[in-house]
């Protein structure tokens, strides 16, 4: 069962990661915050949207999913935005996936690709 989590802004995530359990796969998904059309301001975080979402409806494991608003795009390109300067996320570009407390990750457009997507959830021990 796939539990799906949506998380706004750096300490919300903190808080997410402070209580979540430790036991499951925890999959963190960072993209750009919604603007009032519904999509986000990230065009690359709106192409990917899609694929991941029709994956993770697919997925039959027991996960934790967090989908995290990293904020603006102000807030992003500031290069003392505390998501790219974290030590675990270290984030260089939006979407990125990543496996916390994994090495797994997934950025950019290398998200669009719906077979490396299936290998990163079938990486499941």
Known sequence: MV???NVSGFSELENFLSNVDSKKSVYLYFTGSKLENGLSWCPDCVEAEPVVKAVLSELKKDVVFAYVDV???EYWKDKDC?????????LLVIPTLIKYKGVQRLEGSQLNN???LQMMF???E
Do not use: A, I, Y
């Open 3 to 5: 539990s799906v989590n």
């Open 71 to 73: 904020g603006t795009r």
């Open 82 to 90: 505390p998501f790219r300067t974290d030590k675990r996320t270290k």
């Open 114 to 116: 719906r077979e490396l």
């Open 122 to 124: 079938e990486d499941e």
